[in-house]
């Protein structure tokens, strides 16, 4: 491990000088660290600063500091250079994240000796097509959502799987996840809990309106194809809660498997079954 990026979410500028510390303790070490634009403006650092887009490709690992959104959107900027992430928890629930602020040194010293696995996560693609032309394209490592905006109006909605109709319903909206992803929103719309080894994608409808929309478990070698109409209002395609596409009625978007897969570090020896356990008793009392 020569060279290591930090990421860091201004939104938790509170870590600002734990960050700090560790910049100069890699240095201390003979690391070379760059950082991303945003992180140099929160520490005042003035070199080695570059976008995260940039940098994803320039690095050995990317240190992100913050919660499971930050390390959403640097997945999507490292998962096309080959580059892995070693999520900080500086967040609430932190299901993506590797280690906890307390636990860092530690958890670096095996980074840097190369005491390290490295698991990958299949991330999704989701393809517009508008009158059969490609309109754009967006990759995601949790889900791709197809929903209907401010209007109360439900949405008509058909569903065909490698080609093959396989339901038609009128609903909110519908989630296609990967299995990291079936934590997610898909969760909170009553999709199944998968576990992140699986490589799969999970389609999950949003409040249908008809007792025959259910769940649907599909094989990553698999095409779903979402044609949404609507007489009245917006059909928005959201990609992990960040990225946004609008929709007309009768525009396709086909979610598939994307050509490559996010890489998380692992220092620690985490079962994914605790850690769901844990995270949803926090989530729980949280909200009591």
């Known amino acids: 491990m020569k060279t290591i990026g930090l990421v860091l979410n201004k939104e938790k500028h509170k870590v600002a000088p734990v960050v700090e510390k560790i910049y100069h303790w890699l240095q201390g070490k003979n690391i070379r660290v760059l950082i991303t634009d945003e992180c140099a403006e929160i520490l005042n650092i003035n070199k080695n600063y570059y976008p995260l887009s940039q940098l994803a490709g320039m690095c050995d690992c990317l240190m992100v500091w913050g919660g499971d959104g930050t390390i959403l959107n640097c997945a999507r900027a490292a998962a096309p250079a080959g580059t892995p992430i070693y999520g900080v928890n500086a967040g609430r629930l ?69 080609g093959e109709h396989m339901n038609s319903y009128p609903a909110d909206g519908v989630i296609v996840a990967s299995s990291t992803g079936s ?49 009245r209002g917006e059909i928005v395609l959201t990609v992990d809660g960040q990225c946004r596409f609008d929709l007309e009625s009768f525009d396709v978007v086909q979610v598939r498997q994307a050509p490559y897969n996010a890489k998380f570090i692992r220092t620690e020896n985490h079962n994914f079954y605790e850690i769901l356990r844990k995270k949803l008793e926090e989530w729980n009392s949280s909200h009591v």
């Open 94 to 162: 932190g299901f993506l994240t590797e280690v906890d602020i307390p636990d860092l040194l530690p958890g670096l010293e095996k980074l840097i000796a190369g005491n390290y696995t490295v698991e990958e996560r299949m991330m999704i693609e989701a393809r517009v097509y508008r009158k059969d032309k490609l309109l754009k394209t967006l990759t995601g490592l949790n889900d791709a959502v197809i929903s209907k905006g401010a209007f109360a109006r439900l949405i008509w909605l058909e569903l065909h799987v490698n």
């Open 183 to 231: 934590t997610a929103y898909s969760l909170s719309a009553g999709g199944p809990i998968v576990g992140p080894d699986l490589d799969l994608m999970v389609v999950t409808p949003i409040c249908p309106h008809t007792l025959s929309a259910r769940p649907l478990v599909i094989s990553p070698d698999y095409t779903i194809s979402v044609m949404a109409e609507t007489n």
